[in-house]
């Protein structure tokens, strides 16, 4: 059973940085494009990031300069680094493939405010 778990969200001010993790299991991680995706309240959920098995990364360009997704196979993560934050970046994250969807994980609130 394929589980993703996020974590690392929280209230944050603008300019503020934050790092979110997701954990993956039943899944063989290192075969699959992995993606940040962010849902905010009234929208559609968008993929804002995404990077390939051999660490190819590519974004959105509301975020590109200010996001960094990375990845360890051998652990089965995937991570976002978010940098200078922005109201509108206002979410609740989720990760997930990009080719091949899993179930979604419960995702991780991220509430940029000050």
Not at 23 to 47: C, D, L, N, T
């Amino acid at each position: 059973q394929v589980q993703l778990v996020e974590s690392g969200g929280g209230l944050v001010q603008p300019g503020g940085s934050l790092r979110l993790s997701c954990a993956a299991s039943g899944i063989v991680f290192r075969y699959h494009i992995m993606g940040w995706y962010r849902q905010a309240p009234g929208k559609q959920r968008e993929r804002v990031a995404e990077t390939t098995p051999s660490g190819n990364t590519n974004y959105v360009d509301s975020v590109k300069g200010r996001f960094t997704i990375s990845r360890d196979n051998a652990k089965n993560a995937v991570y976002l680094q978010m940098n200078n934050l922005k109201p509108e970046d206002t979410a609740v994250y989720y990760c997930n493939g990009v080719n091949l969807f899993f179930t979604w994980g419960q995702g991780t609130q991220v509430t940029v405010s000050s």
